[in-house]
């Protein structure tokens, strides 16, 4: 159901891109997130490998099976030979077969089959999960990369709307201009700070054309200038922070599939300990075996007439001599088929057998050895994913609340010379300012305006970033 699933989805998402390609295409959050975990070559690795640990602890259950195998041989032989049917010597050519068929059942391998099935039950779990981590890695790298393609739509948008005020200026300062009513030099500055909105504009273009690419990189899909964005249902509200990083670290450690992951690959370690260790026991098996063999000497003998000849030996009765006769039985010999000599010459054989290691030149020792270093290892790589998991957490709280209070500061920043460029505003169309006067406070709110634009959308990211700690992305999709 899930492959169907996940068909029909990939379906319907490459039909949607190829019905809009020719003139533009709207990605919501959702189909970008989906479109990314179809097409992103990583995740699809990350599945084959839980496909390869799945395939690896259903083998180690089989191991429980008893193993059967079967032989077979044809062969000919030339000159003296033992032939296989009436085991004696044979001087002529003869072909013969040998079939076999051998079952064994292990009883006890120092518990070895029961650990490597534990082994690799915590190994597929934490490929599993590390699978998971993928995709969550991959859904909060296309939020962010979606949200820095809105953020820079923002200032984009707030670029042409400077750009739309100077512009009005500049007009109105050269209708003045051609009347004389103003000096020369007041529309030159205004047309210069025009051109400067103009290149600001170009490169908030740009800025914003290098997010897309970023995000339809992360979908593996063609970029083009014509991708567009539907922001219904991106939560951008300026919601206050509450929880403190020792409150979130404790949420991670108990929902980030990393963390599980790491935790399962140390006790699939230490179950190898176990493993390489079984070789230090005698392994106990039960077995049994079927034999037959052919051989093309094989005859059957079966009687035909009887007849009497002399066997040149006498007897003397009454002075004379009197042959001996005996009766001689005829024979005619019939090659025995190859399936009638398998069946007659059926064998088996069967018993228990014990192996007992004594000396294997310290392989088994090493085995061992190299176990515990493993798990000593995964004991390191699951301390240090919770080292860099709370790390990471801090910094992107410090981040968040960095972000958090620059906004702050910002909002009333951008309040305070707004009011000053409408003041501005009306004393520069006055006369009572000129227009250096008029550019600074000008300049002053448009880079405050940016600036809180910009903080907004870092708060919000760095909130993302929080809340994928706390395995809440998903519910805010």
């Known amino acids: 159901m899930k492959s169907r699933s996940l068909i029909v989805t990939t379906i319907s998402l490459l039909f949607c891109y190829s019905s809009n390609a020719q003139n533009s295409t709207t990605y919501k959050l959702q189909t970008a997130i989906d479109v990314a975990l179809i097409n992103n070559n990583t995740v699809k690795q990350k599945e084959l490998q839980v496909q390869t640990a799945r395939t690896n602890y259903n083998q180690s259950r089989f191991n429980r099976l008893p193993s059967i195998s079967g032989d ?34 292990p009883i006890f391998n120092g518990f070895q089959i029961s650990n490597s099935i534990k082994q690799n039950e915590f190994n597929h779990s934490a490929a599993k999960f590390e699978s998971q981590q993928e995709k969550d890695n991959l859904l909060l790298n296309v939020i962010v990369a979606f949200l820095q393609v809105v953020n820079n739509e923002d200032v984009l948008a707030l670029g042409k709307k400077q750009a739309l005020v100077t512009k009005k200026q500049m007009e109105r300062l050269e209708t003045l201009n051609r009347e004389g009513a103003i000096a020369p030099s007041l529309l030159s500055d205004m047309q210069g700070q025009y051109a400067t909105d103009q ?14 690419l970023s995000l339809t990189q992360l979908m593996n899909m063609p970029y083009s200038r014509e991708i567009k964005i539907d922001r219904e249902g991106i939560d951008v509200t300026m919601d206050t922070y509450t929880k403190m ?14 963390v599980k992951a790491a935790d399962l690959r140390y006790k699939a370690a230490n179950k190898g300990i176990k493993v390489a260790s079984a070789a230090y026991y005698p392994t106990l098996s039960l077995f049994g075996q079927l ?60 018993g228990v057998s014990l192996q007992i ?35 990471a957490i801090e910094q992107a709280y410090i981040d968040m609340s960095s972000a ?44 405050a305006s940016i600036n809180l634009t910009v903080a907004r959308y870092e708060y919000l990211l760095r909130s993302k970033v929080l809340d994928f700690y706390q395995g809440n992305l998903k519910k805010n999709r």
Do not use: W
């Open 199 to 212: 290149l600001n504009i170009v490169n908030a273009e740009n800025t914003l054309e290098t997010s897309k």
């Open 245 to 258: 990083p020792a409150e979130i670290y404790d949420t991670a450690l108990n929902k980030l599939a990393m």
């Open 72 to 105: 077979i041989s044809y062969g000919i032989s030339n000159g003296r030979s033992i032939d296989p049917f009436t085991n004696t010597y044979n001087n002529q050519r003869l072909s013969s077969s040998n079939g076999s068929a051998t079952a064994v059942l």
């Open 291 to 350: 034999n037959s063999n052919y051989s093309s000497a094989a005859r059957i003998f079966n009687a035909t007439t009887t007849n009497e000849v002399p066997t040149g030996d006498y007897v003397i009765v009454g002075g004379a001599n009197i042959p001996v006769i005996t009766r001689q039985t005829n024979f005619n010999d019939k090659k025995i088929s190859y399936l009638s000599q398998l069946d007659q010459n059926l064998n088996t054989y069967y």
């Open 404 to 447: 958090n209070d620059r906004y702050k500061v910002l909002q009333e920043q951008v309040k305070a010379f707004t009011e000053s460029f409408h003041a501005a505003e009306i004393k520069f169309e006055s006369g009572v300012i000129n227009s250096v006067e008029y550019l600074i406070i000008k300049n002053n709110l448009d880079r």
């Open 357 to 391: 290691p004594i000396f294997s030149a310290f392989k088994n020792r090493s085995n061992v050895s190299l176990a515990r270093i493993e798990a000593r290892n995964a004991a390191l790589v699951a301390d240090n994913t919770r080292i860099q998991l709370k790390q």
